[in-house]
């Protein structure tokens, strides 16, 4: 097996030796900073690339994604961010003419593989968009939704309980706990975003993929939902594309710059902002392109 | 120039600049033009509420008279010597009625008996229809003297109504003065009177005017209707949703495409010769019939079912796919419980107008056989009916001057029908909009 260094699948022993990332034995991360593991690897990703027709869109990207972790994914406009958290829960499938090669490994086993479905994948890896997109149900139907269609309760109350503890997860529940039988669509945008939240972690995910998920929203709301990723970042695996660097240095652990569809520098976020390797990190970090 | 830029109200020093002048020159064109659009647009407006005015107005004022008729009711001695019990369907009611009427009137009838004859023309043959079936209900009625009604014949109501007017010349009417004189007198006694024309909305068609219906045309069409929105709506439906949200793009399916734009274009009749060769002399199905006329109208639906969809699928934001998709939910589920949902306002304001368009069409149904004369109501889809629009053409070709009315009193009837359904789609359309 070309890829060994992951953790192994859960019940194959593990333990306290996968908590630390094991050297890379090939294809070396692109500027990866030596620093301390903040959890093991959830997500690894080795020579990714994206076409959308003939056109590339990512260039070979490897990147390890830690567990319990936020990983922030920061560069200019069409630097390829957005396209790299949609193929890690296949999202790009779903688009026409679009194809990824690499290998993407979650838990040491590959997503892309023809026996995995995308559609259970998804129930794994939750995703929240840079708009609010609630359905146009009622708030109650918007979260239990996904364990409506996972059959993950059995019985009408058990239902009430994982959408009473999603919403309370999500800051959500005193807002909305004498309404939950209207409309999603009728809350405010920041608790809109909370919402769509709530419904992503309805169903026990193990990793979040978060696309932009304040740029629609203002200063106040971006910050209850910052607190709530900060809160999140407790039992999930969270990867966040973001536009503002300052958000970056205030949710993430981890961060990874792309540009022109590559991934220039990896490693912690206070190495990243305070001591960057690359001189193109450092200049879009200091505002001078982007 | 430069201190007209530096000043946002154009004053300089020496006045208004030449720049400002031009501006608000230029400003003047701008309004002038919006107000021309705007009397452009009032003038489209009322051009077409001119229109649609003559239009109603006409068909009204033509198929007003159509909604009441005469009826006369006189006391008949039932004359034992001219009905035989066992068969009185055999007697000559309407000549033993006519001959009461004349002697009742106190008129000399001459010795070929052309008075009672006259007078004869002026009942409709409903008359011996009705006595007849008294006598059968009741033979004790043989010798009493009953009061028998019966509709007007056509003329007769005609001229009561002021359609036929004396100042025509005698020998171009087809009633006489001496006839007109003794409607007057009875109408003036009470034996005619005037009432709703209900016979218009009970029977089915008739060669006879007077009881002719539009009941077994509304029957035919709704029948039609039926087979069309069950065959067009589900799979018109279908194929959207598979070209909208399974299909590959590739060279097949945008051939598929093109090919459904351009049979929404094809005139209706070719639909009818389509239905004829297939559903008639290939498949051997009922000629005339609501399920050949509901297939073929089904056809000429199908298109425009599936262009209206379409177009209402691709107005679904795609952040609702994406969230159902992220959700974890399978391409079906996506479909089913989120995006068609969402365009199903626009998916049934699209099915009723392609309905709403089926139930007006009449070229296809003239060459399924459905311009044939059908007497009575239909009761099932495999059995010859007429349907309004073509019921409409072949009144508007017969002689008799009657159903002249009568036909612009079916084309008021098919309208009504058009703003039934139109409203039936409002309402739908609402209460799923609603939901949401």
Redesign the interface.
């Known amino acids: 097996m070309k890829f060994n260094i992951f953790r192994a699948p859960e019940g194959q022993g593990g333990g306290s030796a996968v908590r630390e990332p094991a050297p890379l034995t090939t294809a070396p991360v692109v500027g990866a900073h030596a620093s301390a593991p903040l959890g093991p690897i959830k997500i690894a990703a080795r020579d990714v690339s994206v076409f959308y027709g003939d056109k590339q869109a990512l260039f070979d990207v490897s990147l390890d994604i830690p567990d319990k972790t936020v990983t922030a994914l920061i560069g200019p406009s069409g630097c390829g961010k957005s396209t790299f958290l949609r193929t890690m829960n296949r999202m790009n499938d779903t688009i026409p003419g679009c194809r990824v090669t690499g290998r993407i490994e979650m838990d040491g086993g590959d997503i892309n593989d023809r026996k995995i479905d995308p559609v259970l994948l998804r129930a794994q890896v939750g995703m929240v968009f840079q708009k609010p997109n609630p359905f146009p149900k009622t708030i109650y139907e918007n979260v239990a939704y996904g364990p409506k269609i996972h059959g993950l309760a059995t019985s009408k109350g058990e239902l009430d309980d994982i959408v009473q503890k999603a919403l309370k997860r999500a800051g959500l529940w005193e807002e909305v706990a004498d309404r939950l039988h209207s409309p999603g669509t009728g809350l405010s945008g920041g608790q809109q975003q909370r919402l769509v939240i709530a419904r992503a972690i309805a169903v026990e995910p193990e990793v979040i993929l978060m696309d932009e998920p304040c740029s629609a929203l203002d200063p106040i709301a971006t910050a209850k939902i910052e607190e709530l990723i900060d809160e999140l970042r407790e039992r999930y695996c969270i990867v966040i594309v973001t536009h503002s660097m300052a958000q970056a240095a205030r949710v993430s652990q981890r961060t990874a710059f792309f540009h022109m569809g590559k991934l220039v520098e990896t490693g912690d976020t206070e190495e990243i902002f305070t001591n960057p390797r690359e001189r193109r990190t450092l200049d879009y970090i200091t505002g001078r392109f982007g | 120039m430069t201190d007209a830029a530096q000043n946002p109200t154009g004053q300089t020093v020496t006045g208004v600049s030449s720049r400002t002048q031009r501006l608000q020159a230029r400003l003047r064109g701008r309004y002038a033009r919006e107000t021309r659009f705007k009397w452009y647009g009032r003038a489209a407006i009322g051009f077409a509420l001119i229109f649609l005015v003559i239009l109603l107005g006409s068909i009204i004022m033509q198929g007003r008279t159509a909604f009441y008729a005469h009826s006369v009711t006189l006391p008949v001695y039932m004359d034992p010597a001219r009905i035989d019990r066992g068969y009185p369907q055999g007697a000559n009611f309407e000549q033993m009625v006519a001959e009461q009427q004349v002697r009742r009137l106190g008129i000399q009838d001459d010795a070929q008996g052309s008075k009672a004859a006259a007078m004869k023309a002026l009942f409709s043959s409903e008359l011996k229809f009705q006595a007849a079936g008294m006598i059968a209900r009741q033979p004790g009625l043989v010798g009493q003297t009953v009061p028998v009604s019966a509709p007007l014949s056509d003329n007769a109501d005609l001229y009561l109504k002021g359609e036929i007017s004396q100042a025509t010349p005698e020998d171009q009417r087809r009633i006489s003065n001496e006839q007109m004189a003794w409607l007057d007198r009875m109408k003036a006694s009470g034996a005619v009177r005037a009432h709703f024309n209900s016979a218009l909305f009970t029977k089915g068609d008739s060669t006879q005017p007077e009881l002719a219906g539009l009941l077994g045309a509304v029957v035919g069409s709704a029948l039609m209707l039926l087979v069309t929105a069950l065959i067009a709506i589900p799979v018109g439906v279908g194929a959207a949703v598979w070209l909208e949200e399974y299909s ?2 590739n060279r097949l399916t945008a051939i598929i495409e093109v090919n459904i734009n351009n049979l929404a274009a094809v005139p209706s009749i070719v639909y009818g010769l389509l239905g004829l060769a297939l559903f008639i002399n290939f498949l051997h199905l009922p000629r005339a019939s609501p399920l050949v006329g509901g297939l073929v109208l089904a056809l000429m639906a199908l298109p425009t079912v599936i262009i209206a969809t379409r177009s209402s699928l691709k107005a679904v ?1 795609p ?12 391409r079906t ?1 996506t479909v089913f419980g ?1 995006v068609l949902p ?1 365009a199903m306002p626009g998916v049934m304001t699209g099915s009723i107008i392609a309905m709403a368009h089926a139930l007006g069409e009449t070229a296809p149904l003239l060459l399924i056989g459905m311009i044939s004369f059908v007497p009575g109501v239909p009761h099932a889809i495999d059995e010859p009916v007429g349907a309004l629009p073509s019921l409409i053409y072949i009144w508007e070709n017969a002689s008799e001057r009657a159903f002249h009315e009568r036909t612009a009193a079916a084309i008021l009837v098919l309208l009504a029908f058009m703003i039934v359904m139109n409203a039936a789609a409002i309402l739908l359309r609402r209460r799923f909009e609603r939901r ?1």
């Open positions: 590959p793009r934001p952040s609702i796919r994406e969230a159902a998709l992220a959700m974890g939910a399978s589920q989120h969402l949401w």
